[in-house]
């Protein structure tokens, strides 16, 4: 009864924002077919396409009804867990305890400095907790939902960010080398000085994010949504394949050895801009406005 009441619900505000189950469909990179299964109540989103979906549709998460935050949610509530290891101690018999955090519901908590966490976090509700010079190098979110936390001046190199949302959260002066999103919507986060080296962001979201004085390098973008976000300075040897574009700027940027293979880039600008002639046929393929981009001289 809940599922059907919510793809009532998906269907008064698809029609009231008047765009059909395709075009909602393209928006949130899926089939029609999964739109229409939500809508016959067969089946229902999850919560990082829920927040996807609201925003689109203009609605609150509110609109979907408590019942849905309830089953969405009902993983992040539990109480941490603590998994004796077998693990012997160094130089010592026998064993220590190992905890594990994962499937917790964390709001205020403070973890800056901490190490080691690799999969600990792993399906938790994370809430204006702090993580401020954190080592977080090859950690696993799967299934997170983090919002207003800090994470400044934190290594996150080689890690995995799977199918979580995060929004309104602090990456200042980040590492994010060789990190993989996949199917997470990442929103108003401030990225200023982070490194996104050999990241790839894939099928998500990546909108009103600030990423002033980031490092671009290659970085990879591929079946996502970019929206109101101004890359600025270098961009090199990097990659967006199949991404929807929408007001996206290129700011004072020098773009080299980058690839776009996209139907359409009309949702992207650039201002004062310089592009090598690989880069520019790139653009010009794909029907981008070439205004405000001047071909890098060979010396």
Not at 200 to 221: D, H
């Amino acid at each position: 009864m809940e599922t059907k009441m919510i793809g009532i619900k998906i269907t008064e505000a698809r029609k009231k924002t008047n765009i059909s189950q395709a075009q909602l469909s393209e928006k949130l990179f899926i089939s029609a077919q999964a739109v229409g299964k939500w809508e016959r109540g067969e089946s229902l989103p999850d919560i990082i396409t829920l927040n996807r979906l609201a925003e689109i549709l203009g609605v609150d998460l509110n609109y979907f009804s408590e019942n849905f935050k309830s089953v969405a949610m009902e993983n992040s509530s539990v109480e941490p867990q603590v998994k004796p290891s077998t693990e012997p101690l160094s130089g010592k018999t026998g064993s220590k305890l190992s905890w594990d955090m994962s499937r917790g519901n964390w709001v205020g908590a403070d973890f800056s400095g901490v190490k080691n966490l690799h999969e600990k976090f792993s399906s938790s509700n994370m809430q204006n907790c702090k993580f401020e010079g954190s080592d977080l190098s090859g950690i696993l979110l799967k299934g997170n939902n983090v919002a207003g936390c800090d994470f400044s001046d934190s290594n996150i190199n080689n890690s995995n960010i799977l199918r979580s949302n995060l929004l309104g959260n602090q990456f200042k002066n980040c590492s994010l080398k060789e990190t993989d999103f996949s199917q997470s919507f990442i929103s108003g986060c401030n990225f200023t000085g982070a490194d996104f080296t050999g990241v790839k962001i894939k099928s998500g979201g990546f909108e009103k994010n600030s990423i002033t004085g980031a490092v671009w390098n290659q970085s990879r973008f591929i079946d996502s949504y970019v929206a109101d976000v101004v890359f600025e300075g270098a961009v090199e040897d990097c990659y967006f394949e199949n991404c929807a574009f929408k007001r996206v700027t290129f700011k004072n940027a020098t773009l080299k050895n980058t690839f776009f293979k996209n139907k359409s880039l009309k949702g992207i600008r650039f201002i004062e801009c310089h592009a090598d002639r690989m880069t520019y046929e790139f653009l010009k393929n794909g029907k981008a406005d070439l205004t405000g981009i001047e071909l890098l001289t060979i010396d």
